[in-house]
């Protein structure tokens, strides 16, 4: 393959405000005419442009000597860090193999927990929550210890969960308490 790198304006699309500093380009001939296939293109205000080879191809990949740090491709997919190979998340956009760090960080969720606030909601058994637990060694619809090392943790479907058992539990324990106050009044 013969690429040229060459400050050029032949590689301005309609849309472009600004010419490209630098386009990348294959060409097939050696003839003037030749204008080549363009892969790539950095413009002055540091926006880049590349043309992708294809879903499952890195078309951009950041490099630190030893290891690719970085890869986009052409599915708009983002690796960062090492691919982690999951096949239960194959089809993630975003893979980072490290930690991420953020001031805030929001999951759209598909449903809410706060049925459990009506009336006709019927809290669960303690001695049926009791036998469950100790017989799965997890609450009922909270994934289970293998099932979170093989496939993670969906941060989406637990944080409702979690938020189901927290409110089941805090009506509990009102009712409890009633029940205590009650009691105590009884034997006065």
């Known amino acids: 393959m013969d690429f040229k ?14 010419e490209p500093m ?4 294959k060409f097939t001939s050696s003839s003037a005419s030749d204008v080549g296939v363009e892969y790539f293109r950095v413009y002055s205000d540091g926006r880049m442009w590349m043309k992708s080879g294809g ?4 078309m951009f990949t950041l490099n630190d000597g030893s290891n690719d740090v970085v890869r986009i491709f052409g599915s ?4 960062i860090g090492k691919e982690i190979k999951y096949s239960t998340h194959s089809d993630a956009l975003l893979q980072v193999s490290g930690k991420i760090v953020s001031k805030e960080f929001f999951v759209t969720v598909q449903n809410w927990s706060d049925d459990v606030f009506e009336i006709h909601y019927k809290l ?27 496939d993670g943790v969906n941060v989406g479907k637990l944080i409702p969960l979690l938020l189901r058992k927290i409110e089941e539990l805090t009506i509990i324990v009102v009712n409890q308490q009633k029940e205590i106050d009650q009691l105590k009044k009884s034997n006065k």
């Open 76 to 79: 708009g997919k983002v690796v």
């Open 22 to 25: 630098i386009s990348i380009r």
């Open 124 to 150: 669960p058994d303690l001695y049926e929550l009791e036998k469950y637990y100790r017989t799965y060694k997890t609450l009922p619809g909270i994934p289970n210890v293998k099932e979170v090392l093989n």
């Open 55 to 58: 879903s499952n191809v890195a």
């Open 5 to 18: 790198v060459k400050k050029d304006s032949k590689c301005l699309g309609a849309d472009d405000i600004l």
